[in-house]
């Protein structure tokens, strides 16, 4: 008939095995593995750039962009740029980012804790 004996579990008392094509067999696992692998998504790092002194009006707007970065499931790479003197005032970016993570606690997580390099402040944010 052209089919193959093949053993489906090997484990089971006794042991399964089914006639079937194997040739067919390994198109359909690739054709579902090839489906699984499209439909996954991919998890990118989104990333906001803000400075110490940002008014209200751009913070919301930010911070609108950041959740929806989060509900897409996306990290999110908050960056503070300082610029000049604002170097010399580096607790006013910590508050700022302190405020971050108070405004997006209930659906991220913060994954890498605000650190300094060289003239930016970083912090990475990860949904809950």
């Known amino acids: 008939m052209g089919l193959d004996l093949v053993e489906v579990s090997p484990n089971a008392e006794p ?3 089914k006639f079937l094509d194997v040739g067919k067999y390994k198109y359909e ?9 499209k439909n996954q ?4 790092i989104k990333e906001i750039k803000m400075r110490p002194n940002i008014d209200d009006h751009d913070y919301m707007v930010k911070m609108k962009k950041v959740h929806s970065f989060i509900d897409e499931g996306d990290k999110v790479k ?12 580096q607790q006013l970016g910590m508050a700022l980012l302190q405020r971050v993570q108070e405004d997006v606690k209930e659906i991220a997580k913060v994954e890498a804790y605000p650190r300094m390099e060289g003239r930016q402040m970083l912090m990475v944010l990860a949904p809950k």
């Open 15 to 17: 042991p399964v095995a």
């Open 41 to 44: 998504k991919t998890q990118e």
């Open 78 to 89: 908050m960056t503070l740029r300082f610029r000049g003197r604002e170097l010399s005032h």
């Open 29 to 37: 696992a690739q054709k579902k593995a090839n489906a699984a692998r």
